[in-house]
């Protein structure tokens, strides 16, 4: 196999699909370098001799099935991609997978729709050059949450008035809820149509029973584990987070840029510091290190991204890209400080999110590293005149918060 080839495992019990997908594959050999098991077992042993980019299993499979397979290779090779390819339909088959998957794509599936899968999750890859990094959010299964805020979701889970809308309200205050629920209702197994940024609709479309067992039997969300400061800043980090959602959300409605473009940018806005979860889960004491020593100001961001390796902003980027986010929400949590690098024209998701989050992150303190405004991004885009407007949505929004305890 080629050194420079990307290298992918095909791991399914039935001997005809691996034949299959061996032939849909000869037109991409070049860039990827193919193998394929007929076991988990088989699997773990070709891995064991040569490291893999990508892990790609049947679910259902005599022995150890898929779930189980990723949940070694998740613990053994964390920077692998790993992703679920099953027929089987079950909802508890589907829950098994949120923690060892990064992706579950359903059969029957288009060869072409897989392939662009794995091929995004490649081109993901090399966002993060870093490559201990690069482990650390791969091998994740999920995200730490406040333990207040996990409290107040149990307890609502178990009361007998509970209703979406309460519950949904609980997880939308929290950026690791936020994006492991949407994570699980994007996955192909529910066969929507199309990418659901908001929470409420996640937990109709999953059902009460489900999000309860998620909670309260599965324990898909964590609580984080650290001291009274740690769980300061996750909280202001939350609170933070919500109100650049809310200010992103408020400013493409004021735009008319549609309701589909604001439930992005709400989305985006939540998830926007979600590199800095990360971080925190990672190394707690030298994250709130870097937040001590950086001033907010323009230069703030690179000097983060040299004490930890990488930006919160690609760690967040490379995570929600890997859990099969939309590509308008993926870049722009990635390119929230630096707009300019990426192309295009028009107030965008990432337009919205970099004007939402210098405007409304200086409200608060002993949060993470923003960017200010670039204007002459701004301008090319023609919209530098509509900065005063937008200060005084962030104003308004921010007005809400109560700074002690309550979220816009």
Request: hydrophobic share 45%; glycine share 8%; with cysteine.
């Amino acid at each position: 196999m080629s050194e420079s080839a990307t290298h992918i495992l095909f791991v399914d019990d039935d001997p005809l699909i691996l034949q299959a997908t061996r032939r849909q594959l000869r037109g991409r050999r070049v860039a990827w370098a193919a193998d394929f098991a007929e076991s988990g077992d088989s699997a773990l042993l070709m891995m064991r001799d040569r490291p893999f980019d990508v892990v790609v299993t049947d679910m259902h499979m005599p022995g150890m099935d898929g779930a189980t397979l990723l949940a070694q290779v998740k613990n053994r090779y964390p920077a692998t991609v790993r992703i679920i390819l099953s027929g089987y339909s079950d909802e508890e088959t589907v829950l098994r997978t949120v923690g060892p998957a990064h992706q579950y794509v359903a059969k029957p599936c288009d060869p072409d729709a897989l392939f662009n899968t794995i091929e995004r999750a490649i081109v993901l890859r090399k966002l993060l050059a870093n490559e201990p990094l690069r482990r650390l959010v791969a091998g994740l299964g999920n995200l730490p949450t406040p333990p207040t805020v996990y409290t107040q979701l149990v307890e609502e889970l178990k009361s007998n008035t509970a209703s979406p809308a309460s519950v949904a309200k609980i997880i939308s205050q929290d950026v690791a809820m936020t994006a492991q629920i949407l994570k699980l209702t994007n996955t192909s197994f529910f066969s929507v149509s199309f990418h659901v940024s908001s929470v409420l609709q996640a937990v109709r479309l999953l059902g009460f029973e489900t999000v309860q067992s998620l909670v309260l039997k599965l324990g898909v969300f964590r609580q984080l584990k650290g001291g009274k400061r740690i769980e300061g800043v996750l909280d202001r980090i939350n609170k933070q987070s919500l109100l650049i959602g809310s200010v992103a959300r408020d400013i493409a409605l004021s735009e008319n840029l549609g309701s589909n473009v604001a439930d992005l940018a709400f989305c985006a806005g939540m998830l926007s510091q979600i590199g800095s979860v990360v971080l925190i889960d990672w190394d707690a004491d030298r994250f709130l290190s870097v937040i001590g020593k950086c001033p907010f100001d323009n230069g703030a961001a690179d000097h983060a991204a040299k004490a930890v390796g990488a930006c919160h902003t690609q760690l967040g980027g490379y995570l929600l890209g890997l859990w099969g986010f939309s590509d308008p929400v993926v870049e722009a949590v990635t390119c929230q400080l630096r707009p300019e690098y990426c192309a295009g024209d028009g107030l965008s998701v990432l337009a919205v999110l970099h004007a939402a989050q210098a405007l409304a992150a200086p409200m608060f303190s002993g949060v993470p590293l923003f960017a200010p405004l670039n204007l002459d991004y701004l301008s090319r885009l023609g919209y530098a005149d509509q900065v005063e407007h937008w200060k005084k949505i962030a104003e308004t929004r921010s007005g809400e918060v109560d700074r002690d305890g309550g979220a816009p």
